[in-house]
């Protein structure tokens, strides 16, 4: 969901497809379904996430839990904003908080749960969740300057995302060399979370010197006297 002010940018791989397929789904909704409904569905699917990761310290394959978990957060964040529209039933303002605010919670919830698994370096994943936010805030500020709400970069979106992180897992229960692989003491997940880290720090000092750029001369620095 985005304010009335701001224009959705995406332009993901999956995204023709994907729009088709949110739009059936919501046109079959029952009518007691509401967006906030989906909304809390998202989040269950977020805790179910982060259950199958914690739970993975007793059993790996309690990690299809998470992969549940990834398919209902799909289906509820994704349909949330979809099932509003087609029914011509949008609040901007209200969508756009609740909507960004949950968010904060189910992308919290998960990466905690990444982290007190046994595949992944608390630090690291706490880590990667900073530099999330830091790119998340970067967006919501360019929403607000720009009126465009920016949800891809390189062709990849949320649902990209998801779908690379149920296949990940699924190398992880099944491909025990993956798994068990160690390089100075660092497990090939938490090299792939250093990479992460890396990748979205530039992600954001480029967006940032770029939009800098831009910005500056929207509004050059005016000389004394100057009006």
């Not at 960004?100 to 698994?117: K, R």
């Not at 970067?138 to 992180?165: C, D, M, W």
């Not at 910005?215 to 009006?227: D, S």
Request: charged share 15%; proline share 3%.
């Amino acid at each position: 969901m985005e304010t009335q002010q701001s224009n959705r940018i995406q332009t993901s791989i999956l995204n023709g497809v994907e729009r088709k397929a949110l739009i059936w789904l919501a046109e079959r909704e029952p009518a007691w379904v509401s967006s906030d409904m989906l909304t809390l569905v998202g989040s269950i699917g977020a805790l179910t996430v982060a259950a199958g990761f914690i739970l993975s310290n007793l059993n790996i394959l309690y990690l299809w839990l998470a992969i549940l978990g990834l398919i209902i957060n799909w289906y509820g964040d994704s349909l949330d904003g979809s099932l509003a529209r087609v029914r011509h039933a949008q609040r901007p303002r209200y969508g756009f908080f609740v909507d960004h605010m949950v968010d904060c919670f189910n992308e919290t919830a998960i990466f905690v749960g990444v982290g007190l698994s046994p595949l992944v370096s608390f630090d690291l994943a706490l880590l990667v969740l900073v530099f999330y936010f830091q790119l998340s805030i970067y967006v919501f500020i360019s929403t607000h300057l720009k009126g465009e709400f920016k949800l891809t970069y390189a062709k990849l979106g949320p649902t990209e995302f998801r779908l690379l992180g149920i296949v990940v897992i699924a190398l992880i229960m099944y491909v025990t060399p993956i798994r068990t692989f160690t390089f100075h003491s660092l497990s090939i997940f938490d090299i792939v979370a250093v990479i992460l880290i890396v990748v979205l720090a530039i992600m954001f000092v480029v967006s940032f010197l770029t939009d800098a750029r831009e910005y500056a001369k929207m509004e050059p620095l005016k000389r004394n006297g100057e009006k």
